[in-house]
């Protein structure tokens, strides 16, 4: 009777205990039953997950199983698939409950779609949980969670939605919260202040509302803080300015408001972002103190006063952007020391003063904005020392004086709306709305823009010069006619006349045909580079200035040849509509049955197809120069469709029509089946565009857009930043393989070794613009205005590690 009082347990636990006190045998056999059952749980939930649906003959070697790790008791400790693996919806067929010592489960990027499961929660040990860019959605069961352990949680990039529970502060473990990207409401909970070994928390990009609580203040090991880009309103805690170890913060795109010396304090900042805030009062001078500041955004708010004069202190900066504030005063003749800066946009305040000229001296800078502000005096002729500068926008300002010749060096210009006069130089990429509202300039005798006064100076001038310019003519048919005798090339006149092409020797004014054949013993061999398409190309030193040019030479077969002749004249009729700087130069031409030739730019590091394709040379051309080369490529292809008119479509842009110079710096060339939109003579022939970069449409349609171009440059871009023909990827971009390659792996082997922060976002942004210019759908690639600023002026959004980063998050990323 007494046994039956006592508990089941008891008696199971005694029935134990004999065993095994009876047996040393028995004992293990004991442990072993308990121990074989929670392996077999796991196991079976395996094979019911269908995750390994290759492997389900192999059940015993699971702990070898792709993805898989198990401890010294052979239960699995760790998931993190290979990412050819995807689940759709099979993640909701995994049995969390049978997994009580996973550790560590990654499945970032594995299509999962559905909501989280609320038995997720049952994996005591949890340490690290990443499913972040899936098709997630529903809200996030925390309140169900006992995860005390967790210490990095990653959901971004999802459709996750509902608002964060209080509960969240349990997970008192937490290092990193991954949030951003979603479709999160309500308010950020001030239980987050609880996480306080919290390094990493992003936010950024959901639909949070109200304030930022103020216990964030309390997070003091944060590091990286990204609530950008919500609905978030209320003033900048004050709080915020005690996280001495942020590095990063993004509060960007909400509607903030408060005062700026909230974060003087934040000496460690890297990055700080508060654009798009209704921020106000005046600069903080403290924020000088920031010396490790490399961005610095804070357009688009209501900042007051002037820029700190002693800016230059922040020698790290990278970005400054003051854009669309209340700003005053002048530019500080210190910013000359930020040594480092790409990019400097000041526009859209009511900056005074004049353009320090030592701006010339920051070499690197890509970028220079100060328009619509009252900026006086006249353009320092030092802008044009700056190396890489692509785009110079100084319109709607007060700048006077003449525009300086210098400025040729720079890819993309804006001056309209000052008070410039004088001639535009000859050498400046021309396009007449970057000069539109300056009353007093002129282009030519012609083209002079507006107005009385000016007609009527240029008036007084002809009534001067006008016997001066007929002598002068004069004096030029004489040597024309003296000239001709020998020479083969005809001048314009006289190509009327005899319906034959004309020959413009526009270089120097004073190449003859006798020049070239000196200089090349009459096209010898030895003088002959290579052999393209159509025609060779010689090297000639001109005997009168030393000065290198390139010759394209027909052969005398080809030359009889009409569809060739064509596309060589054809590229003549190009290449004399434009002038940039990233296409080859025309010098002049001879266009006549017995020499036909066309005198270039000589480029002396030849093709970027050869460069790629040479081991030595290929380092040689690094990131940074390779960054620059899809940069310079990308603005030649937007001058020829935007400020061209007609807009030229090139039809062969290929790494072999790629030239580079001594500096590594790139020409487009070859313009022999370019076209004029919207022409109907256009070139058909075999020759029409290169295998391997031509746009999928033009299989189907012979509609040629600046779209195929853009599709071409896809192509090359990629080329560049793989240093080989990107092949098969580009035609499988849709599928789960291709979308698993990490873009580490993808890059150049022989350059991986020199990567560092600064290029890795560089390569992801370019790579992440070439995928769009790839889209199968020509209207979806976006325009090469788009990605000619995009390349300069934006960053990649990515909160992920450089070598995590791949090809699925690039294709899906919205610039
Ligand atoms: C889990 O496995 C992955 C891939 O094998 C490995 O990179 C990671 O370090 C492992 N994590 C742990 C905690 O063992
Ligand atoms: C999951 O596994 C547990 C045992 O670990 C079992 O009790 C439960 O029934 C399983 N759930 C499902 C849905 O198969
Ligand atoms: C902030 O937004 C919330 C919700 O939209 C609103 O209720 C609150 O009044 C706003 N607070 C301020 C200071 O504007
Ligand atoms: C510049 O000053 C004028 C005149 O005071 C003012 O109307 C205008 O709003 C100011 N613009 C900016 C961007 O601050
Ligand atoms: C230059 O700026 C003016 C005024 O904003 C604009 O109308 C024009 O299109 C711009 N030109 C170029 C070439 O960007
Ligand atoms: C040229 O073609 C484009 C697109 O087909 C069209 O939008 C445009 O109006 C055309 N322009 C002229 C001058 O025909």
């Not at 603005?635 to 790629?658: E, F, G, M």
Request: glycine share 6%.
């Amino acid at each position: 009777m007494m046994a039956l009082a006592i508990p089941t347990y008891m008696v199971l636990g005694a029935w134990c205990s004999i065993l095994v006190i009876s047996s040393w045998t028995s004992f293990f056999f004991c442990i072993a039953i308990s121990s074989k059952s929670s392996l077999d749980l796991e196991a079976q939930a395996l094979l019911e997950s269908e995750w390994w649906s290759d492997y389900t003959n192999h059940v015993p070697t699971r702990c070898k199983w792709p993805g898989i790790t198990c401890n010294d008791a052979g239960s699995i400790t760790n998931i993190s698939l290979p990412t050819e693996i995807q689940l759709g919806d099979k993640f909701g067929r995994f049995n969390f409950s049978s997994f009580p010592n996973l550790v560590h489960l990654d499945l970032a990027a594995h299509g999962i779609t559905g909501n989280i499961p609320h038995e997720l929660g049952t994996l005591s040990k949890l340490a690290h949980l990443d499913l972040s860019s899936n098709d997630i959605h529903g809200d996030i069961p925390l309140n169900t969670w006992s995860l005390r352990n967790l210490v990095t949680l990653n959901l971004a990039r999802n459709r996750v939605n509902g608002s964060i529970s209080p509960f969240v502060g349990q997970l008192t473990k937490l290092k990193s919260l991954s949030l951003g990207a979603n479709l999160i409401s309500g308010y950020i909970p001030p239980e987050l202040g609880r996480l306080k070994y919290l390094i990493h928390l992003d936010l950024n990009n959901n639909c949070f509302i109200g304030p930022i609580p103020v216990e964030i203040g309390r997070l003091n090991s944060l590091q990286y803080l990204s609530l950008g880009m919500n609905k978030l309103n209320g003033s900048i805690p004050l709080e915020i300015g005690n996280l001495n170890n942020i590095l990063y913060l993004d509060l960007n795109t909400n509607n903030l408001n408060g005062v700026l010396s909230v974060l003087h304090r934040l000496t460690s900042l890297i990055e700080l972002n508060l654009s798009n805030n209704e921020i106000f009062g005046d600069v903080p001078l403290e924020i000088t103190q920031l010396t490790q500041l490399e961005y610095l955004i804070i357009s688009s708010n209501k900042i007051l006063g002037s820029i700190p004069h002693d800016i230059g202190k922040l020698s790290k900066l990278l970005v400054l952007d003051l854009s669309r504030n209340n700003l005053i005063g002048k530019i500080p003749a210190s910013l000359s020391t930020c040594s480092n800066l790409q990019v400097l946009t000041l526009s859209y305040n009511n900056i005074t003063g004049s353009i320090p000229s030592h701006i010339g001296d920051l070499v690197t800078l890509d970028l220079i904005d100060l328009s619509h502000n009252l900026i006086s005096g006249e353009i320092p002729s030092d802008l044009g020392k700056v190396k890489y500068t692509r785009v110079l926008d100084l319109n709607h300002n007060q700048l006077t004086g003449t525009i300086p010749s210098s400025l040729e060096s720079l890819q993309s210009i804006n001056l309209s709306y000052n008070s410039l006069e004088g001639e535009i130089p000859v050498s400046l990429h021309y396009t007449p709305n970057a000069f539109i509202g300056n009353e007093y300039l002129c282009r030519g005798q012609t083209h002079c823009y507006s107005s009385s006064r000016t007609s009527s100076r240029l008036r007084t001038h002809m009534k001067i010069f006008l016997p001066l310019i007929a002598v002068l003519a004069l004096l030029c048919c004489a040597y024309v006619l003296l000239r001709r005798r020998w020479s083969c090339c005809y001048s314009e006149t006289d190509a009327i006349k005899n319906g034959d092409l004309f020959s413009v020797w526009n270089y120097d004014g004073k190449i003859a045909y006798e020049d070239i054949i000196e200089a090349t013993e009459g096209f010898d061999i030895k003088y002959c580079l290579g052999t393209g398409g159509y025609g060779s190309v010689y090297k000639a030193q001109l005997p009168s200035s030393g000065r290198v040019v390139a010759l394209k030479k027909l052969h005398s077969l080809e030359a009889n040849e009409p569809e060739i002749r064509r596309i060589f004249k054809n590229e003549v009729r190009m290449l004399t509509k434009i002038r940039h700087r990233n296409i080859a130069k025309l010098y002049g031409f001879c266009l006549h049955n017995r020499c036909m030739f066309l005198v270039l730019e000589y480029m002396e590091r030849g093709s970027l197809y050869c460069v790629l394709h040479n081991d030595i040379e290929a380092v040689e051309l690094d990131w940074t120069k390779r960054i620059n080369i899809v940069k310079g490529i990308a603005h030649s292809l937007s001058y020829l469709h935007y400020d061209c008119n007609p807009a030229i479509i090139h039809r062969d842009v290929t790494t072999k029509n790629i030239l580079l110079n001594s500096e590594m710096e790139a020409c487009l060339s070859d313009f022999g089946i370019a076209r004029l939109r919207n022409s109907t003579s256009s070139i058909r022939t075999v020759l029409a565009g290169t295998y391997g970069y031509i746009a999928p449409e033009l299989a189907y349609t012979d509609s040629v857009t600046e779209k195929c171009d853009v599709y071409s440059f896809g192509v090359v871009a990629l080329e560049i930043i793989m240093g080989k023909h990107p092949g098969e990827l580009v035609s499988s971009l849709r599928s789960a393989s291709t979308r698993s390659i990490l873009l580490k792996d993808m890059l150049d082997p022989r350059l991986i070794s020199t990567i560092n922060q600064q290029s890795a976002q560089s390569l992801a942004l370019v790579a992440t613009l070439a995928f769009a210019c790839l889209h199968s759908q020509p209207r979806c690639r976006p325009t090469m205005q788009e990605v000619a600023k995009k390349l300069v002026t934006r960053n990649f959004p990515s909160t992920k590690p450089f070598e995590e980063v791949s090809v699925r998050e690039m294709v899906n990323q919205e610039l």
